[in-house]
């Protein structure tokens, strides 16, 4: 009775043309087919031991019920102690940082608390996907800046003309995802030009801050004094220690901004696990807990760069982030999501069609792989590729 009456009800859809995500779409296919999965942007080995024990301990020390609001006290110290020594700047921990359940569910709540109904965002393709169903459910309207391959650099002539009176917003994301560029002391020069005495927020998602290659630097905007007064800066737990499955986050704002992003975090999430924030408020204050991590990931994207020069992609160059572009145009002529379905199918290879960052797509030959593998599942993949 109770599910005839169900499926007679007129559900008008939010997000009525949206269906499940391309990351859960490919990883589906990769179990079904049993191939390798370099789709989805988690790493296939674990998170360190001396954090997951960290972890057992605080279980058993009773810090299972609820945390405060904003994140327990130490963690907040210990990422404004990171934050004034990677990018010196000095951060009040009780106005300026707020703990979330993961880098999407910051973003989510910065959308959703910063955007007007019936404003304009303006977000930077390719680009992670929860960025414009966020935008949509804010009663906003996304636009698109399209970069363009092989290079995908800002052209801020052009990304200036997408400004109008109704822009509430622009997203930039640096690393960026799916292809891997960083922005330069330029480009964070060009953004401040054209957001300095507007009334534009900038959302900053910089989940993948310490996978930067090549001796390179990220260049958070937390550390630009003019751009960190109209910026909320997003970062991750999960890709930083290897723990996607935690969902532990955090964002960073000036007070003004801050207070906005916890009206409505105080009712999406509330708070994040006690005993986690415990483990990472422990393990953030010991040497060496992150300044490593571009030297690992850099090694991993040789290995499988070295092993692909072999094949018919082409790489296209990644500065930083777990992820590589390929073009495969010398292999095939199908649409990005037919060749990803193939290679998955038929080589036991699974990756993202880059069309799947883009609200309209160009007619571009790129796939993402991820390269935070073990290297021995990059090299099976890769030896995989070469076959073709």
């Known amino acids: 009775m109770l599910i005839d009456y ?15 995500n391309i990351f859960s779409v490919m990883s589906g296919m990769a179990r079904k087919y049993d191939a390798i999965n370099l789709a989805q942007g988690f790493p296939n080995f674990d998170a ?30 210990a990422i404004a102690h990171k934050v004034d020594r990677l990018y010196q700047r000095k951060i009040r921990i009780d106005t300026e940082i707020c703990i979330t359940s993961g880098a999407s569910e910051a973003i989510f709540t910065a959308i959703l608390a910063l955007v007007p109904k ?19 459910l804010a009663g906003a309207k996304a636009i698109s800046y399209a970069l363009e391959g ?44 054209l957001t300095r005495n507007t009334s534009i927020t900038i959302l900053s998602d910089e989940v993948y801050e310490h996978l930067v290659f090549d001796g ?3 260049l958070s905007l937390v550390g630009h004094d003019s751009l960190f007064e109209r ?19 955090y964002c960073i704002a000036p007070e003004a901004i801050m207070q906005e992003f916890i009206k409505v975090h105080q009712f999406n999430v509330f708070c994040v696990p006690h005993f986690i924030q415990h483990a990472l408020a422990d393990y953030l204050l010991q040497t060496g807990s992150y300044d490593g991590l571009s030297t690992f990931y850099q090694e991993k994207r040789d290995v499988f760069q070295d092993i692909m020069k ?43 069609p880059v069309s799947a960052f883009y609200q309209e797509a160009p007619d571009d030959r790129y796939v993402r792989f991820c390269f935070a593998k073990t290297e021995d599942t990059l090299r099976l993949a890769g030896n995989r590729l070469q076959e073709i």
């Open 216 to 218: 390179k630097k990220h």
């Open 6 to 20: 169900i499926w007679s009800m007129n559900i008008e859809s939010k997000l009525g043309d949206i269906g499940t």
């Open 231 to 249: 910026t909320i800066a997003v970062f991750s737990f999960g890709k930083t220690f290897h723990c996607t499955g935690w969902k532990v986050g």
């Open 310 to 352: 072999k094949s018919r992609f082409k790489a296209l160059q990644t500065e930083g982030s777990f992820f590589q572009i390929y073009d495969y145009s010398a292999i095939s002529n199908q649409s990005d999501m037919e060749f990803s379905t193939w290679l998955t199918q038929t080589h036991g290879v699974a990756c993202i």
């Open 150 to 193: 092989p290079d995908f650099e800002i052209d801020w002539q052009r990304l200036s003309d997408c400004i109008s009176d109704k822009t509430s917003m622009i997203i930039v994301n640096t690393p960026h995802n799916p292809t891997g560029k960083i922005l330069k002391p330029s480009d964070l020069e060009q953004l401040d030009t």
């Open 118 to 136: 019936g404003s304009e965002v303006i977000v930077i393709e390719p680009c992670y996907d929860s960025y414009e169903p966020s935008i949509r």
């Open 48 to 77: 360190p031991e001396a954090l997951k024990a960290l972890v057992r301990h605080y279980i058993d020390s009773g810090f299972n019920q609820y945390a405060p609001m904003l994140g327990i006290a130490s963690l907040r110290e």
